[in-house]
């Protein structure tokens, strides 16, 4: 009995703690939804930049800088103080051969053996110099480590190669890769540029068509109405089969155009979340922020064009300053010239400077080494004509490369400029869409026409509006990509507006 009272008075206690500990699982959970969503609410220009950051579109760019910065490190570490401990053992037997012309046999003269305990160490600089120590620890025939403070001895050695005053292999290698480093820098630049505007036109196709899907939703509703009238008017014989089968028709086709629609943004909306590859809820519903993020800020696109257009030369030059290839190009020819000069210095005599001295003793020697090429079969000869031709080949390739810059830029303006035109159309049809809407109100008004009619004067006003803002976010876009080009335009300057 007194056991089935204290169970009875502890039920309570028990409930309550798991009222507690309930309270507290759905508390921590809301906090972990509440900064899921702080976390998730992301405006439109840290989503591009997240992705632009994030995805892996840009791995190969990212990786080939982190590949030349290790490059770089691992030579400069090289140029460093180096050391080698190095130990060595010799047991050997020497003999006293006999004469040929008697028969005395082989005399052995004993065994020897020999201990060596060394530490080797050097170090080289770009402009030259090479510096060298050898310790040596021990170097006897016995391996007693207490004669260690008088066997031991220290030599250091210098060289300097004073003329041709041309760069060692070290200082040739680290240039030519911070060189391509650079390259490489500029690379990933203009990659992330160039995907932050793709993203943007993804984000833009996406919106509009959501808006357009709206649109057909409606036109479905409409033509779903209409149906239904002409078969409410079938019955009573005021429509034939041929009017009830025309609206069939219309509805299965507005049908049709939804649901294709409808998979078609399902797919981009698939692809834009996989490029984007970060871990929020993208809103589709940020026009406002697309528009501040390409247009707002800057001047008129059509003043823009128009300043393009008139100052045309200074666009071709920026873009052939601001180009990747034509660094590329440059690089290559500047390469070819200096390897040029250096290997006709190095036709001319050779300079070394050396000196060695022995700590323990004091001794120490220096000198100098002169040497000249007489004659090496014609290979320098060959080497030469090389790199004069490889000279005339980046020369050609420079001309080339200008040629179809300048091209391919009047291509892009002349593209540009159509497509203001064709804006320019889009916004006469949406005021005349205005207009036939503000004209279909009035025939309602006197009941010249039904209800769905004014309908449809509405969505295609709507459309009409779609598609005038979205050729004019397409054109921003379009023109920022052609900015790009000449250096008018960067991600970065852009986000730091």
Known sequence: ?????????????????????????????GANQVAVRANDDMNLEQVLLGAVEESNELADER???????????????????????????????????????????????????????????????????????????????????????????????????????????????????????ALARLELEEAEGEFFLELAGDYIEIIFLEKRQENNLENLEIAERRLARIEQRKEISEAGELELAEARLALRQVDRAYQSTERNLGRLKTDFEKKVAINVEIDYGLIDQAEELLIEGKDSIDNRIENYLANFSEVIRDSQVNSLEYSRLIQSLSEAEQELEWHDNEDSFALNLSATTEVNSGSW????????????????????????????????????????????????????????????????????????????????????????ELLEAELDYEAAIIDYDEARLELAIDLLKFEQRPGYWSMEESLNE
């Open 1 to 29: 009995m007194e056991l089935l009272q204290l169970s009875q008075t502890n039920k309570p206690l028990r409930f309550k703690s798991y009222i507690i500990m309930l309270i507290m699982i759905f508390a921590l959970l």
């Open 365 to 452: 020697q220096a000198g100098f080494n002169i040497s000249y090429p007489l004659y090496d079969g014609g290979f320098k000869g060959y080497e030469r004509e090389e790199l004069v031709a490889e000279i005339e080949i980046v020369n050609l390739n420079l001309e080339e490369f200008i040629f179809n810059l300048e091209q391919g830029l009047e291509a892009e303006l002349d593209g540009l400029i159509i497509k203001l035109d064709e804006l320019e159309d889009k916004e006469i049809e949406k005021e005349m869409s205005r207009l036939s809407f503000l004209q279909e109100e009035e025939a309602r008004e006197i009941g010249a026409i039904d209800e769905l």
């Open 63 to 181: 990786r080939a800088v982190i590949s030349l910065e290790r490059e770089i490190a691992k030579f400069k570490a090289n140029l460093g103080w180096q050391y080698d401990l190095k130990l060595s053992y010799n047991r050997g037997e020497q003999v006293q051969l006999s004469d040929d012309r008697t028969d005395e046999p082989v005399e052995s003269l004993g065994t020897q053996e020999r201990y060596n305990i060394s530490i080797d160490g050097g170090r080289s600089f770009l402009f030259g110099l090479n510096l060298t120590t050898d310790l040596t620890v021990i170097d006897s025939q016995d391996l007693n480590f207490d004669d260690l403070r008088d066997d031991w001895q220290l030599d250091l050695g210098a060289n300097l190669r004073l003329w041709p005053r041309t760069p060692s292999d070290f200082e040739k290698n680290i240039d030519k890769l911070e060189n391509n480093l």
